[in-house]
């Protein structure tokens, strides 16, 4: 059996002719072509979910904003990947993200490595301009070796994915809806009474924000490592 | 007349937001003072449900000025809830970062906030009576208090990393050992430092002599004094057992390992201030009042283990034959530890081991409780911690300084508005005293209170109806 052909596309970004696979996305070629456009929820090695909204794009002739990282290329597309439009609400989403939960990043364990930290002060966002809501969140130590704190989460599903899809323990899950939304380990027990935690640690390593952390860790001490994740599935690639 | 009432709001050149409320009768005397503390933080509360290991720098923020004392005293807390004992070089360093808080406070304490006070007079042109009309008329001395802090807060940053709210120490010692080239240039820079504590030494110890009725009149009254007395009783800012000495400097109280603190120390809250007082608990309040901070530390400590500070302490214990009960001499004991401080970090950084690169220990919460003590530029700190089985903070107590001190505090807005006001005219110079014995103290309010707004001197004389009968605000 022959492989179908795969066609090759063309499309403007920011006024660039780019050429991209059909299978790819808007975010994968802008990636290629080392054209920066925010993300927070991606993560090269993870199913796209389009959860955070920050990779929002223009695209000539839709009326809506389009978020890259989930977003198939077509022939002839013309991407805008930035406007004062497409900052304004990029900083928009990041306020509303600060204010959800707490994050404080002076005594934050990943103060100086966050993904959402570095993301706002690279794309400007100097105040927040919504009424912080304060919630009364818990921290779970009960895992002999990490931490989750939802004051830090931002509900990526970082850790929902790696878990299913790398180490295929799906551990992590997601529960309820709206501002009662939350990450649960198994039927939203305790992590350290998980039955199918595997005390890997890669949900730890893949979050972007201090929400999860390695027991012991002080602050501004919890640096992320995701080195691992392209090794991993490269190799799992290589073996299907 | 009327009773009156005369409000000092808020208290200038202190760390921290606060007022004075003097109370007169219907003859004009003085009959009750108050020193409120008019913020709250709550720093105790909002800790609860936090990992232990975020203690010392979420507590650090209690303070700006003194971040480092909290992370000492709260490092300690966790250590005893790790239940380890920490590499010894962890201790060297911790101790040096601690002297070198201790001296860029006292720096900023009488160079920045008091010198002017005593340079430029008590009665001075308020608006000239601050670190800027000390540069005018004394640049000499102010260079030389700029020069003292910057010194301090630079051997902050090359230990850890930033002068403000590192995180460099941590439950368990520290997070990154000493560098060679960080101790050289410190020793290098050293014998100014030196240099210059003498010399202020020198021209206090004669200016002094301008200030006898301050002395005599500035929270001069018998109290007992607390701090910890380290190894044979030395100074010693950093570990050691606590201690109380009477105003007599008989001991009335040794030996006492931090963790039982509660046992000799209790805390009282009063209706007109957010600060709690604290007390010697088997004398009771008030009889139990004492003092803490340098001048508590000279009066309790058997000796000084560094020579030039030695001789220093040896003189200012002729004083009064015994503890010296002036709180004015707050400024000169300050001056005192300076001297030490410089001298100390010096023995410790020329220490074979101080670039050991084993600097901290590992352990998960193995008790459930943990207490710290050090002593932060302003006395005795002390940070309690109880922990559940996943190591997340469930309760904290902390005593801060301050609040030791504040039943003196007030006793001394007493004496010294009993002795300098008279009848309903107001004098800004001798309310100045008023706010000048609270300064002797060096209380640092951000500690128990948040420090914001403006700070200006707005005095109201208030007859005993409220009406305000006079009223003067500084620009």
């Known amino acids: ?55 929002l794009v223009e695209v000539r002739g839709v009326n809506r904003l389009l978020p890259a990282c989930v977003t198939a290329v077509a022939e002839g597309m013309e991407v805008s990947v930035s406007s004062e439009r497409i900052d304004r609400y990029r900083r928009s989403i990041l306020e509303l993200l600060f204010a959800e939960r707490n994050h ?56 929902v994915r790696v878990c299913d899809e790398i180490e295929g323990a799906h551990t992590w899950d997601v529960m309820s809806r709206g501002v009662d939304c939350r990450v649960i380990t198994d039927l939203a027990e305790p992590w350290g009474k998980s039955e199918s935690c595997t005390g890997c640690g890669k949900c730890v390593q893949v979050c972007p924000t201090g929400a999860l952390s390695e027991k012991g860790k002080s602050v501004a001490e919890m640096s992320k490592r995701r080195q691992f994740l392209p090794y991993l599935t490269l190799m799992r690639e290589a073996r299907r | 007349m009327p009773r009156q009432t005369i409000v000092i709001d808020p208290v200038t050149r202190i760390e921290g937001h606060s007022k004075i409320s003097i109370h007169l009768d219907e003859e004009g005397n003085v009959e009750e ?20 290991s975020e203690m010392p720098s979420l507590m650090a923020r209690i303070c700006g000025i003194c971040p480092v004392s909290h992370l000492i005293a709260s490092a300690k807390a966790c250590d005893a809830i790790l239940a380890v004992r920490i590499p010894p070089n962890a201790v060297r360093l911790r101790r040096i970062l601690n002297l070198a808080q201790i001296l860029q406070s006292h720096a900023l304490s009488f160079f920045y906030l008091s010198s002017p006070d005593l340079l430029l007079g008590m009665d001075s042109d308020p608006a000239k009576r601050n670190i800027f009309g000390v540069m005018e008329s004394h640049p000499g001395v102010a260079r030389d208090g700029i020069r003292l802090r910057q010194f301090g807060q630079q051997i902050i940053e090359r230990l850890a990393g930033k002068r403000i709210h590192p995180s460099w120490v941590v439950p368990g010692g520290v997070n990154e050992p000493l560098g060679a080239a960080h101790r050289d240039r410190i020793l290098e820079e050293l014998p100014e430092a030196v240099g210059i504590a003498q010399r202020t030494l020198d021209w206090f110890k004669v200016e002094m002599e301008k200030f006898r009725e301050e002395i005599r009149s500035f929270a001069n009254f018998p109290t007992m004094f607390m701090g ?71 009066n309790i400590c058997d000796t000084v283990d560094t020579p030039l500070a030695a001789q220093e302490w040896a003189e200012f214990r002729e004083l009064d034959r015994g503890p010296a009960l002036s709180s004015f001499y707050f400024h000169y004991a300050r001056l005192i ?37 050090s002593e932060a ?47 309903n005219k107001l004098n800004e110079g001798l309310l100045n005293r008023v706010e000048a014995v609270i300064r002797a103290f060096d209380p640092c309010l951000s500690c128990s209170t948040h420090a914001d707004g403006r700070l200006a001197l707005e005095v109201e004389l208030l007859s005993h109806d409220g009406e305000v009968l006079d009223r003067c605000l500084t620009p």
């Open chain 1, 104 to 159: 404080v990043c002076s005594v934050c364990v990943t103060n100086g490595h966050c993904d959402l930290q570095s993301l706002a002060l690279k794309l400007g966002m100097t105040h927040v301009h919504f009424p912080y809501q304060y919630p009364r969140l818990p921290v779970d130590a009960s895992h002999e070796r990490f931490v989750v704190d939802h004051n830090r989460c931002i509900l990526c599903t970082r850790c």
């Open chain 2, 228 to 298: 910890l007395a380290g190894a044979d009783g030395a100074l010693d800012h950093y570990d050691g057992k606590l201690r109380f000495v009477n105003a007599a400097g008989q001991i009335v109280a040794d030996g006492i390992e931090p963790a039982d603190y509660a046992a000799h120390i209790a805390e009282m809250a009063h209706p007109w201030t957010y600060l709690k007082t604290s007390f010697y608990k088997p004398l009771g309040y008030p009889e139990g009042i004492y003092r803490v901070g340098p001048l508590a530390r000279l």
């Open chain 1, 1 to 55: 059996m022959t492989k179908a052909p795969v066609r090759i596309k063309t499309l403007t970004i920011d006024g660039r002719e780019v050429g991209a696979r059909e299978d790819q996305t808007i975010l994968d070629v802008a990636r290629e072509n080392h054209i920066f456009i925010p993300t927070l929820c991606d993560l090269p090695g993870l199913t796209a979910v389009g959860a955070c909204r920050l990779c």
């Open chain 2, 337 to 373: 530890e300076l001297l030490y401080a410089l001298e100390k970090m010096g023995q410790l950084l020329n220490a074979p081991d101080v670039l050991d690169t084993h600097v901290r220990a590992r352990a998960s919460a193995n008790n459930s409780e943990g207490v710290g003590v």
């Open chain 2, 377 to 423: 530029p302003r006395g005795t700190l002390i940070h309690h911690y109880k922990v559940d089985r996943d190591g997340l903070i469930t309760w904290a107590n902390l005593i801060i300084a301050t609040g030791h001190n504040n039943a003196a505090m007030n006793r001394g807005v007493l004496q010294v508005a009993r002795h300098f006001i008279h009848g």
């Open chain 2, 33 to 52: 003072a108050y020193f409120h503390v008019t913020q709250f933080r709550g720093f105790e509360k909002f800790c609860e449900g936090r990992p232990f």
